[in-house]
């Protein structure tokens, strides 16, 4: 029965996920390389305003990224994160908050997740803020959203929250998107999230001022 078993493992594979691309998705990266406009051209336009129409984001910008940890680490360049600074996140995260944090001198404060929800607690977050604290991370969870506006209460308006929504593209809170009621808030499109470009990313701005920041900062300053 063992050998049964260990031949039917080596011929068939049971996959935890599988990406759904069928021929429209197909069809529509063959009109991108037939157009020949390989940068950030009408397409990446395209995406942004469609982001903004279906998640319904009045008074918002949307700046494309190519992926989400960049997309975390022009965050904190907009909020002004220097060398020396403290950026405080959970300590249930991916590691490319805390690189992002790193690349730009900063250093990353832990801290604690609720245990019910797996996000960020916020009443630990009032005790860790110093004189250094510049930015809060908080990140959403599985199915759970984030104590966003929770915490910028607690932290007013010196220190800035950066809402990593990357496994939250099209849910809801208080019957709106999310990307809605953040200050500054990302999305993740790489090959695990629930809608993907292969790799990818995207951040929501409040001002204009950081949006036009936003795009130079992506394409290398122009």
């Excluded at 918002?60 to 680490?73: E, P, R």
């Excluded at 997740?113 to 977050?125: A, F, G, P, S």
Aim: hydrophobic share 40%.
């Amino acid at each position: 029965l063992m050998i049964k078993i260990k031949k039917m493992n080596k011929k068939k594979k049971i996959f935890t996920s599988w990406p759904y691309l069928g021929k429209s998705e197909a069809d529509s990266v063959k009109e991108v390389l037939t157009d020949g406009w390989l940068g950030s051209g009408e397409y990446v336009t395209r995406f942004e305003n469609n982001i903004k129409k279906k998640l319904s984001l009045k008074n918002k910008y949307v700046t494309s990224i190519k992926t989400g940890s960049d997309a975390i680490k022009i965050a904190l360049c907009l909020a002004n994160v220097k060398p020396g600074d403290e950026v405080i996140l959970p300590s249930l995260n991916f590691l490319g908050a805390a690189q992002a944090v790193m690349i730009l001198g900063a250093i990353p404060v832990f801290c604690d997740v609720d245990l019910e929800t797996l996000t960020v607690n916020e009443k630990l977050i009032a005790k860790m803020i110093s004189k250094k604290t510049k930015a809060i991370i908080s990140v959403d969870y599985s199915c759970a959203i984030s104590p966003v506006r929770k915490i910028k209460n607690i932290c007013g308006k010196k220190i800035r929250v950066i809402h990593d929504a990357a496994h939250s593209f099209y849910s809801k809170e208080d019957k709106k998107y999310i990307g809605n009621n953040s200050d500054i808030c990302m999305f993740s499109f790489d090959p695990l999230k629930s809608l993907t470009c292969i790799d990818g990313g995207a951040l929501i701005l409040n001002t204009r001022k950081e949006y036009i920041q936003s795009r130079k900062l992506r394409q290398l300053g122009f």
